[in-house]
């Protein structure tokens, strides 16, 4: 199966202007594009969460397209082999990369993470066996700053909570993404 080629247009200035870790956010903008465009054959074997994704996605005619081929081969599986887990996991070492290498050649780019970006604990791990030995302490300084930021934003909600208000709970989804990456980007 070939990598969607309008993803790349999705740069990486663009997946840090969302606020959250710049890899998942390129491997959401890639997975959601693959879901969009994704040949049936490349469907052949889903995991949970990618055939749950392709059953809300659209447009309808493709999901229509895939699960029509999955329910002929008589809906074999094997979530261990799944065509879209396979092909998110090519696109990250890509993304990891290109950012270790953004990083490396732009200081202010680096300056910029350490002050203000996040990076979850995945592809932090993932960025650190990329960069030059001088970043990976900034990698680890993004990492601790997101850490407490947390940990102050979950006790502000705890607090609110007490409180009898639920406002604030994007905090909990943000918390997720930092522990284990964006949705169906790792399993
Ligand atoms: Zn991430
Ligand atoms: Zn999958």
């Known amino acids: 199966m070939k990598a969607v080629e309008p993803v790349r247009e999705f ?13 998942c956010a390129l491997l959401r903008e890639f997975q959601n594009d693959l879901i969009d465009t994704l040949a049936p054959c490349a469907a052949e074997y889903l995991c949970n969460f ?17 699960f029509s081929r999955l329910l002929e081969s008589g809906g074999a599986n094997d979530w261990t082999r799944c065509g879209i887990c396979e092909q998110v996991l ?13 990083l490396g050649s732009r200081a202010t780019l680096a300056q910029w993470l350490l002050r203000h970006g996040s990076i979850c604990l995945n592809h932090a791990t993932k960025l650190r066996a990329f960069v030059p030995d001088h970043l990976q302490e900034v990698v680890s ?36 993404e930092f ?7 790792t399993h």
């Open 11 to 23: 740069g990486v200035a663009q997946a840090l202007s969302k606020g959250t870790c710049p890899i």
């Open 50 to 66: 990618h055939a749950w994704a392709i059953a809300h996605a659209t447009p309808a005619t493709s999901v229509v397209r895939i």
């Open 90 to 102: 090519k696109e990250e070492e890509l993304r990891v990369h290109e950012v270790a290498k953004e």
């Open 141 to 176: 300084q993004i990492v601790q700053r997101n850490l407490s930021e947390m940990k102050r934003d979950l006790d502000l909600y705890r607090k609110q909570i007490e409180h009898g208000t639920k406002a604030g709970g994007g905090v909990l989804g943000k918390i997720a």
């Open 179 to 185: 522990l284990v990456s964006q949705r169906g980007i």
